[in-house]
């Protein structure tokens, strides 16, 4: 199933935009579920879980210092920076959801975004729950500036924990016109439920991702191929309509 338009592209005004690990694949981050991703060269349940910090917090300390270390270094592709073009020209609202803890959207000038799962350039306090800038390299040792307490942690949501912003994603879903996933598997809940959600409060629902996600049936158009082709057409033509 083949789109790169939608029909009626005059009448909506509200555009929510879910983006996952596939979108910053071009920009040298690996994904977790191709077959050189973080899954095939890391147990996930030694270090993103809770469980596994509090077995080994220095290994999943040193883990997350070596991700944020490669997310510094990394640059917006043409997605990302269509995106932000997609928010600054768009006559309408643009919010962008991502599960992407890397600050990429942010670094192609996007400033509309919801992090459900975290930042990677943020440090959080296990015990009263502070966040704060991450320094690269972080530290057990370091304490919490609001606490003072030595309960440092990266600020990811891990695997059996709650991510961020879902009050204010529902109510995004609720009032969308259009959802459009990019770069998702369609394997992580809640965020794939988010098209059904927002389908099931009336808005058309687009795919564009490298090939079929798990839920791809759910969606009423979808488009495949590199991120860095699709997202850019798609932009150009919504603006252009």
């Avoid at 596939?22 to 991703?37: M, P, Q, V, Y």
């Avoid at 919801?114 to 991450?134: F, R, V």
Wanted: hydrophobic share 40%; with cysteine; glycine share 8%.
């Amino acid at each position: 199933m083949q789109c790169v338009r939608l029909e009626d592209l005059d009448l909506f005004k509200r555009i929510v935009i879910l983006t996952g690990a596939g979108i910053s694949a071009e920009s040298g981050l690996s994904t977790f579920r191709d077959k050189d991703g973080l899954w095939a060269k890391y147990d996930l349940a030694a270090v993103a879980t809770p469980e596994g910090f509090r077995r080994n917090p220095g290994q999943v300390i040193d883990f997350y210092n070596m991700r944020r270390a490669i997310v510094t270094k990394a640059r917006p592709n043409a997605a990302h920076i269509a995106l932000a073009g997609l928010e600054e020209r768009f006559q309408g609202e643009v919010a962008l959801v991502t599960q992407n803890t890397d600050d990429l959207h942010e670094k192609a000038g996007s400033r509309n975004v919801l992090h459900i799962h975290g930042e990677i350039s943020k440090a959080k306090c296990a015990e009263c729950e502070e966040i704060w800038p991450a320094p690269i390299e972080m530290n057990l040792s370091d304490a919490c500036p609001k606490c003072f307490r030595r309960a440092t942690r990266p600020n990811v949501v891990w695997f059996g924990e709650i991510p961020y912003y879902l009050d204010e994603v529902a109510e995004l879903l609720r009032r969308a016109d259009v959802l459009v996933s990019i770069g998702t598997s369609g394997q992580v809940y809640p965020a794939a439920g988010f098209a059904a959600e927002a389908a099931g409060s009336g808005a058309e629902t687009l795919e564009l991702n490298l090939e079929p996600s798990a839920i791809s049936n759910v969606f009423d158009r979808c488009v495949y191929g590199p991120a860095t082709r699709i997202v850019p057409e798609w932009v150009d033509e919504l603006l252009s309509a």
